[in-house]
C-alpha cells in the first residue's frame, strides 16, 4: 500500500479511478517521489535496494558511534554482536514492525535517522544531529517528530547547564517540525481521532489496540525497555560530559516512560490519554526502542568483567525474553532451550569472569577505530540480514521488490482488463491492486485512516459481511452468484476476478456476466469476467 502513488506519479495510467488512492493516500511524500524515480527508470527494485541499504546503514553508523562513545574496548566485536541481536529481534515491538523486518519501508528509514540523531549528539555532532532530524521528518512524519524533540531535549538540557543556546542547531530543528507539520497538512493520517481510534480497534489492532495483545507480547517489550533503561547506569555515563550524561539518563528515562505508558494507557483504557497515544499512533517509537535494545545488550556483554553481576544478569535474562517472542513472529520460538542455554552459559562465565578478576583490556582487539567507524556496522548488517532475514533462518535476499511471479501475473491480467476500469474481487486478495496497476472496489490492505474515505470503505466492507468476515474465512465466498454482481456493479466495477474452481461460475455468467480470459497461476486458474 505505500508504492502505488509513487507508481501513479510516474503512469497516469496507473491505478485511474481508484477510489482509495485518489482520496486516502499515505503521507509519505518522499517514498512516493522515490517510488517515482525507480518507475520511471524501470529500477524500482534497485531503487528499494538501494533506500533499505541506506536506512541500513544509517543504523549502523548509529550503533557504531554509540558504541565507540559509551563502550570501552572491542569495538568491532560489540558492534557485530549489537547489529546480529537487531536483525534476530522480533519483527513486530509494541504494536512496530522493526529493522529485523528487511523491507523497503519509510518508517523503518526514519526510526534509523532518529537513532542516529540521537547517537550524533552523543557523539558530540550536534549540527550533523540537527540535520538527521530533519531528513527524518522528510522520510517519515512521526519518526521525524521524534527526532526533532529528541534535538529539543538536547537545546534545553544545554541551555540549563551551560546556559548556551546553539542557533544553527535551533534553526534545524525548527525546521524539523516544521516539515513534519506541513506534511500533515498537506496529507493528513487520519480525518480525525475518532476515525483513526476505530481503525486500532477494527482494523489494525495488532498495531495500535493494546488490550487485544497476548502476555508474552507485553513481556517482549517490557524486556526491551529494561535493556534500554540500563543505559542510564552510572558505567557508561561516567565517560560522558555532564550534558551527554544528562541528556542520556533523560531520554532513556523519557523513553521507557513513553512506552510503557502508551501502552498501559492504551491497554486500560486510562480516560483521555489511552485514546490520545492510540489516536497519534506513539507506538511508532518502537524502531528507536529496539535499536536501543541492542546497543544496551552488546555493551553489557562487551563490558563484562566492569559490571555487577545484578546488571550484568538483568541485561542477559532481558536478551532471552526479548528475543523469544512467537506472538510476534519471532524468528526464534522454535529455539527456546537454546536462548535459555546461551543465557545460562553467559551467567556462568561472568560467574567465572569475577572469580578470576578478569579485566575488559583482555577483550579488546588492536584495531584503528577511526577507519572503522562508517563501515564495520554496516558490513555486520548488511551480512546478517541477508542471511537471517527469512523465516526459519534460510539464506536469501531480503524483500525489496513485488512478488515476481505474481507480478507477471498482473500484467496479464492487466492487458486484459482496460485502465480505469474497476475490478471485483474477492478482498483477501490483496495483491490485485499493486500487480495490476487497476482500481479495485475494496481490499483487507489498503485501509484509509479517516475521513470521507474510511466511510466509504466501511460501507463497501458491509456490502460483504463487515471486515471480520470479509477479511476472515468467509465473506465473498459466501455471496451467491446475484450478490456477487450486484456488489461489484453497486460500485461501478464492470469486470469480475474469480477462479476457475468457484462453483458460482456458471450462474454468475448466466445472469450477464461474460468470461473473456482464463490465465493460469500456480495451482490455480483464474477466470476474468465483463458485463457489457
Request: neutral net charge; glycine residues 6%.
Given at each position: 500500500?505505500l ?26 511524500i518522499?517514498?512516493?517521489?522515490i517510488?517515482?524515480?525507480g ?8 531503487t ?7 536506512a ?24 557485530t ?6 536483525v ?19 518508517h ?13 549528539l552523543?557523539f558530540?555532532?550536534?549540527?550533523w ?6 531528513l ?7 519518526n ?17 547547564i ?7 542547531l ?15 497538512k ?8 475518532e476515525?483513526?481510534?476505530?481503525v486500532?480497534?477494527?482494523?489494525i ?10 502476555l ?10 529494561t ?15 555532564k550534558v ?7 531520554l532513556?528515562a523519557?523513553l ?6 502508551v ?17 497519534t499512533n506513539?507506538?511508532?517509537?518502537g524502531?528507536?526502542?529496539v535499536g ?6 552488546a ?24 528475543l ?14 537454546g536462548l ?8 556462568l ?22 577507519v572503522?567507524?562508517?563501515f ?7 551480512l ?25 501475473l ?19 486478495r490483496?495483491?490485485?491492486?499493486l500487480?495490476?496497476?487497476?482500481a ?16 466509504e ?9 463487515g471486515f471480520?468476515?470479509t477479511?476472515g ?19 461501478d ?8 474452481s ?7 455468467k448466466?445472469?450477464g456476466?461474460?468470461e473473456i480470459e ?10 476474468i469476467l465483463?458485463?457489457?
Amino acid at each position: 500500500m505505500l508504492s502505488p502513488k509513487g507508481i501513479q506519479l510516474s503512469n497516469p495510467d496507473a491505478f485511474v479511478n481508484d477510489y482509495f488512492l485518489q482520496n486516502a493516500p499515505q503521507p509519505h511524500i518522499a517514498f512516493d517521489a522515490i517510488t517515482y524515480l525507480g518507475e520511471r527508470t524501470g529500477l524500482l527494485g534497485f531503487t528499494y535496494l538501494a533506500y533499505w541499504l541506506v536506512a541500513l546503514l544509517a543504523l549502523s553508523v548509529a550503533i557504531s558511534l554509540m558504541i565507540l562513545k559509551l563502550g570501552k574496548t572491542n569495538f568491532i566485536g560489540t558492534t557485530t554482536l549489537a547489529v546480529v541481536f537487531l536483525v534476530l529481534a522480533p519483527i513486530s515491538f509494541l504494536g512496530t514492525t522493526t529493522p529485523a523486518l528487511a523491507r523497503a519501508i519509510p518508517h523503518v528509514m526514519g526510526g534509523s535517522l532518529a537513532l542516529l540523531t540521537i547517537s550524533l549528539l552523543i557523539f558530540g555532532k550536534v549540527r550533523w544531529a540537527g540535520a538527521v532530524a530533519f531528513l527524518a521528518a522528510v522520510m517519515h512524519v512521526q519518526n521525524g517528530l521524534i527526532a526533532a524533540a529528541v534535538v529539543l531535549l538536547w537545546l534545553i538540557i544545554t541551555f540549563v547547564i551551560n546556559r548556551s543556546v546553539d542557533a544553527i542547531l535551533v534553526l534545524e530543528t525548527v525546521l524539523a517540525f516544521a516539515v513534519v507539520f506541513a506534511i500533515l497538512k498537506l496529507r493528513p493520517i487520519a480525518g480525525n481521532p475518532e476515525d483513526f481510534l476505530f481503525v486500532c480497534r477494527e482494523y489494525i489492532p495488532y498495531h495500535c489496540e493494546a488490550d487485544t495483545w497476548v502476555l508474552d507480547r507485553l513481556a517482549t517489550g517490557i524486556a526491551g525497555l529494561t535493556l534500554v533503561a540500563l543505559l542510564a547506569s552510572s558505567i557508561f555515563a561516567e565517560r560522558l560530559n555532564k550534558v551527554t550524561a544528562t541528556f542520556v539518563r533523560v531520554l532513556v528515562a523519557g523513553l521507557v516512560f513513553a512506552n510503557l505508558f502508551v501502552v498501559f494507557a492504551d491497554r486500560y483504557n486510562v480516560p483521555v490519554l489511552g485514546e490520545l497515544f492510540q489516536a497519534t499512533n506513539a507506538y511508532r517509537i518502537g524502531v528507536l526502542t529496539v535499536g536501543l535494545a541492542s546497543i544496551s545488550f552488546a555493551l553489557h556483554l562487551s563490558l563484562i568483567s566492569s559490571l555487577s553481576k545484578k546488571h550484568f544478569y538483568v541485561a542477559v535474562v532481558s536478551g532471552v525474553l526479548f528475543l523469544n517472542a512467537p506472538s510476534d513472529g519471532g524468528y526464534l520460538s522454535n529455539m527456546k532451550i537454546g536462548l535459555l542455554a546461551v543465557g545460562l552459559f553467559l551467567i556462568l562465565v561472568k560467574h567465572a569472569i569475577d572469580r578470576k578478576q578478569i579485566d575488559d583490556s583482555q577483550f579488546s582487539l588492536p584495531v584503528s577505530q577511526s577507519v572503522v567507524i562508517p563501515f564495520t556496522g554496516f558490513i555486520a548488517a548488511t551480512l546478517s540480514v541477508l542471511a537471517l532475514a527469512g523465516p526459519s533462518f534460510t539464506f536469501g535476499l531480503p524483500v525489496l521488490s513485488f512478488n515476481s511471479a505474481r507480478a507477471d501475473l498482473g500484467k496479464q491480467i492487466a492487458s486484459v482488463i482496460p485502465s480505469g476500469e474497476t475490478i471485483a474481487m474477492d478482498p483477501k486478495r490483496n495483491w490485485v491492486r499493486l500487480s495490476t496497476e487497476r482500481a479495485v472496489v475494496v481490499d483487507c490492505k489498503y485501509v484509509p485512516y479517516g475521513g470521507p474515505a474510511l466511510l466509504e470503505y466501511r460501507k463497501r466492507l458491509d456490502q460483504l459481511g463487515g471486515f471480520g468476515n470479509t477479511c476472515g474465512l468467509k465473506g465473498f465466498s459466501e455471496l451467491k452468484p446475484i450478490e456477487v454482481s450486484e456488489f461489484a456493479q453497486k460500485f461501478d466495477a464492470n469486470y469480475l476476478l474469480l477462479t476457475a474452481s468457484d462453483v458460482r461460475l456458471d450462474d454468475i455468467k448466466e445472469i450477464g456476466w461474460d468470461e473473456i480470459e482464463r490465465i493460469p497461476y500456480s495451482n490455480t486458474t483464474f477466470v476474468i469476467l465483463r458485463k457489457e
